[in-house]
């Protein structure tokens, strides 16, 4: 049983707009440098994490988080571990009120040498406060870039210890999102004992007959299997009676 989608419309504030934020961190190397594990609401997850202020941008709330001892998921392997160990892992939060903001975004890692590349991550999503698989209020990446490599002033990524990184968002307006509501658990109705009892008298998905002094009764194997070791053993793939449509029962009474 599945729920009917959630309609939300929001209003960005921002029709079709682009805006940029920006985090200057002047000194890197004075950040937690422990590796984060697990969910964001555990202390091993918080122990690696470095926060910007909450900035505006397209009339939404950001705020860059960065992981300079890298941060990986609980249930990772060894291998996948040691991976993310060796990368700053980057994400861009959404700290807005909006169920469901359409936007465009790219981090980027800003090289501060002239004529070198930025390094850059770019994407798109549904923001939002409904943990339903169809919105989020965080994206980013776990390996944006090797420590190594941020970590080597020669190559620009920090320079006097200062890092920069840089946010671009669009958004588009009014526009009307779908979100998926979280689909309850089904429960069955507490009436197994009734519903056995309405097939074996209306003889639906019957799929052998029982015949007693001459009376016909439909029945189904898994529930005579089920219920009798007598029927067990004579409905059994060894048995000779084990494919037969119809049984005949001797030695007792049709209204037993």
């Keep these: 049983m599945t729920s009917p989608p959630v309609v939300a419309v929001c209003k960005s504030r921002s029709p079709s707009k682009t805006e940029i934020i920006e985090w200057q961190i002047e000194q890197w190397s004075s950040l937690p440098s422990g590796h984060s594990v697990g969910h964001r609401d555990s202390e091993s997850y918080r122990q690696g994490r470095t926060s910007s202020e909450i900035m505006q941008a397209v ?54 040498l002239p004529g070198n590349v930025d390094e850059t991550g770019r994407g798109s999503t549904t923001f939002g406060q409904v943990n339903s698989g169809t919105s989020t209020d965080n994206i980013g990446w776990s390996n944006f870039i090797k420590r190594s490599r941020l970590e080597d002033e020669s190559r620009g990524w920090k320079v006097n210890d200062r890092v920069i990184i840089r946010a671009t968002i669009t958004t588009f307006g009014d526009l009307e999102s779908t979100v998926a509501a979280a689909a309850p658990a089904f429960t069955p109705p507490n009436t197994v004992t009734t519903d056995l009892e309405s097939m074996l008298n209306s003889g ?53």
């Design 59 to 112: 009339g939404e709330k950001w705020q860059i988080v960065v992981f300079p001892g890298g941060m990986s998921k609980g249930a990772d392997t060894a291998e996948e571990l040691q991976r993310k160990k060796e990368h700053v892992a980057i994400y861009l939060h959404y700290k807005g009120d909006c169920p469901a903001l359409r936007a465009k975004y790219s981090i980027t890692l800003v090289n501060q």
């Design 204 to 256: 639906e998905a019957s799929d052998i007959a029982l015949y007693v002094a001459g009376r016909e009764f439909k029945a189904h194997r898994v529930i005579l299997r089920a219920r009798s070791p007598y029927f067990k053993g004579l409905l059994s793939s060894s048995m000779r009676d084990a494919d037969a449509d119809g049984l005949p029962i001797a030695d007792t009474e049709p209204d037993v």
